[in-house]
């Protein structure tokens, strides 16, 4: 059984977004996921927005697809739908649709999040080409239509059923279409120690799925997925800043002093994917899966 229901994911995400947008990291991008500093990358900006750009790689390539086959008249028209699973507040999606001219459908379980996305994309003026909705991707509205892309960005592990969100996922994406996921997986390395601190990551952030790098491919390749390509992104990652350091060494303090850190969970699991991913007990891996015929 899963540790955390989606109402349990929904009151960490309506309790801690505010503070994500405010005081996180990506906040001058609208960015709550990581910076990526891979090779190519000369800003935090485009650290940012990384894993976005690989996303917006592939939605270029199917339109140039489209744009080989269409009618002339045709061509221009944002026939393109992607789908961002779990899309907290929109950024993804914002930054997609500023870029191309695509159709898109966010789906987070926060009606916090639903609404900041919401209004962030009528300023943007992406209303009628984008949306945010309050929903479990796991049970998906009827009037999601099929999506060409659809990708999940530090979500996944939050699902209480990785078959469950697989299924979903199956009927969501036509065939030939693209599935990616960005997220945290387990290691190589197990011993005792690592155990607790991964445990400690997984109920401060409320993880319900973190998979070996071999289980997901064998999820996904269940539902009628064929694995294309999987990229490492840990070494390009930010760890042991100033600030981490910052905030381990005041979690420590709290602990010393027997106060109680329950309301500080999002930090204290901050702070245990810290020391995984730096000792090589988590990685942080993009995969990309691609959609059979169905049968």
Do not use: K
């Not at 009037?143 to 990708?151: E, G, K, L, N, T």
């Not at 840990?234 to 905030?247: C, G, K, V, Y």
């Amino acid at each position: 059984m899963p540790r955390y229901g989606a109402a349990d994911v929904r009151r960490y995400y309506d309790r801690h977004t505010s503070a994500f947008v405010s005081l996180g990291q990506g906040r001058s991008t609208g960015a709550i996921h990581r910076a990526v500093w891979a090779p190519g990358v000369r800003d935090r900006r485009a650290a940012f927005h990384y894993v976005d750009d690989q996303i917006a790689a592939l939605a270029q390539a199917i339109l140039d697809h489209q744009h080989s086959t269409q009618s002339p008249a045709a061509i221009g028209q944002p026939t393109l739908h992607v789908v961002d699973l779990g899309c907290g507040v929109g950024a993804s999606l914002r930054y997609l649709a500023e870029r191309l001219p695509l159709h898109g459908t966010g789906v987070t379980v926060s009606p916090v999040q639903a609404d900041f996305a919401t209004r962030s994309l009528e300023a943007a003026g992406l209303a009628s080409r984008v949306s945010c909705i309050e929903g479990d991707y796991c049970d998906l509205p009827a009037d999601v239509r099929p999506a060409d892309i659809a990708f999940a960005i530090e979500s996944f592990v939050h699902t209480p059923s990785s078959e469950r969100f697989f299924d979903q996922c199956r009927r969501l994406v036509r065939p030939g279409g693209f599935l990616i996921i960005c997220d945290d997986v387990r290691g190589d390395q197990e011993n005792s120690d690592a155990q607790r601190t991964i445990d400690e990551f997984c109920e401060g952030w409320h993880i319900n799925a973190l998979l070996t790098p071999e289980q997901l491919r064998s999820r996904a390749s269940e539902a009628g997925f064929a694995h294309e390509w999987t990229r490492d992104l840990t070494p390009f990652l930010e760890l042991r800043r100033w600030r981490d350091l910052a905030i381990s060494a005041w979690l420590s303090t709290l602990s010393l002093l027997r106060i109680d850190r329950s309301r500080h969970d999002d930090l204290v699991g901050g702070r245990a994917l810290q020391t995984c991913l730096h000792r090589g007990w988590v990685r942080y891996e993009l995969t990309v899966f691609r959609a059979g015929q169905r049968t």
